[in-house]
Nanobody, 127 residues
């Protein structure tokens, strides 16, 4: 089992920045790929970004490419999402997720590929 706990959400003005963190425990953290998803009110959860086990491979949704950066520190069992140039449409609950199986260099982008999920952290961007 893997436990994931997100933090770092909050209220920020459009154009601002936030850094989300995800603390992982319960299993060898650096073995598998991890990602971030988000869910806005009234919408389905959507993919944001993914990182391979080493962090050398990353993949982003088009909507955040160039503005968000995913990174990880395996020594600290932590995953991060640096968000910049935030827009009101980035408002959502952000979730950290980890896969249970797969190739270590992969960057999964669908919910079905992830087995473990955190509780989420709210990000609100005001206009």
């Amino acid at each position: 089992q893997v436990q994931l706990v997100e933090s770092g959400g909050g209220l920020v003005q459009a154009g601002g920045s936030l850094r989300l963190s995800c603390a992982a425990s319960g299993r060898t953290f650096n073995t598998y790929s991890m990602g971030w998803f988000r869910q806005a009110p009234g919408k389905e959860r959507e993919f944001v970004a993914a990182s391979s086990w080493s962090g050398s491979n990353t993949y982003y949704a088009d909507s955040v490419k160039g503005r968000f950066t995913i990174s990880r520190d395996n020594a600290k069992n932590a995953l991060y999402l640096q968000m910049g140039s935030l827009k009101p449409e980035d408002t959502a609950v952000y979730y950290c997720a980890a896969v249970a199986y797969g190739t270590p260099w992969s960057t999964p982008s669908t919910e079905a590929e992830y087995a473990y999920w955190g509780q989420g952290t709210q990000v609100t961007v005001s206009s």
